[in-house]
């Protein structure tokens, strides 16, 4: 029942700016903890940003200061700005939600980075 759509994800030049979004469906309470991960090919999938319910965030260092995590709770939904955008940053990102201690995970989204 529960389903995660991830949208905005695409081809964007070096630089330029990106906006992720997550939205969550099929729920009947509460979502606790939020984020995104990602993923490029051959390699592991690794945390970029994570929010709590009281919209306290942490992100990896490799996108702190470029990337911002927000949600709307009353939405269900948590969204990515991605600005300053690098080639390195290229690769399929996953939107996961955690409600009632189970993790949640939406099918990806593309970006790619590139000139």
């Known amino acids: 029942q529960v389903q995660l759509v991830e949208s905005g994800g695409g081809l964007v030049q070096p630089g330029g700016s990106l906006r992720l979004s997550c939205a969550a469906s099929?729920?009947?309470?509460?979502?606790?903890?939020m984020g995104w991960y990602r993923q490029a090919p051959g390699k592991q999938r690794d945390l970029v940003a994570h929010i709590t319910s009281s919209s306290s965030t942490n992100y990896v260092d490799s996108v702190r200061g470029r990337f911002t995590i927000s949600r709307d709770n009353a939405k269900n939904m948590v969204y990515l700005q991605m600005n300053s955008l690098k080639p390195e940053d290229t690769a399929t990102y996953y939107c996961y939600a955690r409600i009632l201690g189970i993790d949640y995970w939406g099918k990806g989204t593309l970006v790619t980075v590139s000139s």
């Open positions: 099929g729920i009947g309470f509460r979502i606790n903890a």
